[in-house]
């Protein structure tokens, strides 16, 4: 079901549609090298043999999880003598650009920066994190899309427009929304679970509905996880696994990952969050074991990682959870929104000039170490303000004892 043309070509009407960047380029018949940013199915790949079609450019293609080193120079050594028999510039397409490491990806500089081949290279993850600076640099970065359910609707009206079983065995959709939500805005994902879903609608004719589409993927749920596109689903139920203290689910989602092929280093990222956002000051020790984790997986490398991945997982998972600064910096955010700029109280502010002082800039403030405990109340908020409560402790032995020495310290200002 990919597009032929790039008429064909569903989505992405920001950058591909009549008017946008990329078909204006393509018009001009000239493009930049290029990074698609965005999540799987929404069309990266299509675009880029599109794009080359469109242009009548060579095409080489390669995988970062199969190629290395000795693939890009192979790559760019044809591209070299195509150049020497005065050929079109060939399009370089790497798919998952951000699995390839310094070394691979400096490889492809030269090749860039000489004009030998316009890159265009397809990733699910931030480029500014893992794509290197001289690179990026040379590339323009295009932010695709979740596809939109009027994209969703066009896409499996083409499917049934076009493909040959179904144009023998006719099936009749009465609802979308479950095939909808279980796609998550990947096109992929949608024809994977409309293929299931019509192939049992035919053989049992009946019609497609909601609870239909629902029952028979949970029936071949297990197929369905093997088609390697369930990366949203399967992190979402790792990370809950956590935080709802189950080692053993954690473990086994984080297999799950491993043996699907992620990426060691977005799995190391998501566990840095998750031991701020999940468990905080009711294990401090976790935000400094995922950060070494996160160092020693880039290190380490694979296979061997897998087992920091391990220890650090079922350490996350059995550890003590508090969301309290997760929640004090959403209502901090909120309460400037809410607020505005308030003005910083006069004895907080900075006073490097005689007139900042004659103004008494900071001539109230109150140096806390120069009183027993190294504490003196003092108003810290603006003035409109005094007395909000954003962080509260959570319930657990480490938290408590912060709120018992905050009780102390504020009396009964913050409600502690």
Known sequence: MRPKRIDDYIGQAHIIGEGAVLRNALQQQTIPSMIF???????????AFLMAGELNRPFFS????QSGVKDIREVIDKAEKLRNFN???????????????????DSLLGAVERGLV????ATTENPSFEVIS???????????EHLSEQDLHHILAQAIERDSYLQQHPVQIDEYEALFRLSGGDARKLLNVFELVVHAAVS???????????????????????????????????????RGSDPNAAVYWLARMIEGGEDPSFIARRLLILASEDIGNANPNALLLANNCF????????????I???????????????NASYEAINKAQALVRQTGDLSVPLHLRNAPTKLMKDLDYGSQYKYAHAFPGNFVLQEFLPDKLRGSLLYDPGSNPAESKLRESLKSKWKDKYGY
Request: aromatic fraction near 8%; proline fraction near 3%.
């Open 308 to 322: 920091i991945l391990s220890q650090t997982v079922t350490y996350l998972a059995s550890s003590a959870k508090s």
């Open 204 to 242: 049992q004719q009946q019609v497609i509905t909601n609870d239909f589409v629902l029952k028979q993927v949970q029936q071949n749920m297990a197929r369905y996880d093997k088609t390697g596109e369930q990366h949203y689903d399967i992190i979402s139920a790792f990370i809950k696994s956590i």
């Open 134 to 144: 001289a690179l990026l640099s040379r590339c323009q970065v295009y932010v695709l």
């Open 87 to 105: 050929q079109e510039q060939p399009i370089l397409f790497i798919d998952e650009i951000h699995r390839f490491s310094k070394s691979q990806q």
């Open 37 to 47: 940013w965005g999540p799987p199915g929404v069309g990266k790949t299509s675009l």
């Open 295 to 306: 160092q020693a997986v880039n290190v380490i490398g694979w296979p061997e990682s897998r």
């Open 62 to 65: 390669l995988s970062a999880i």
């Open 118 to 121: 316009t890159l265009i290279g």
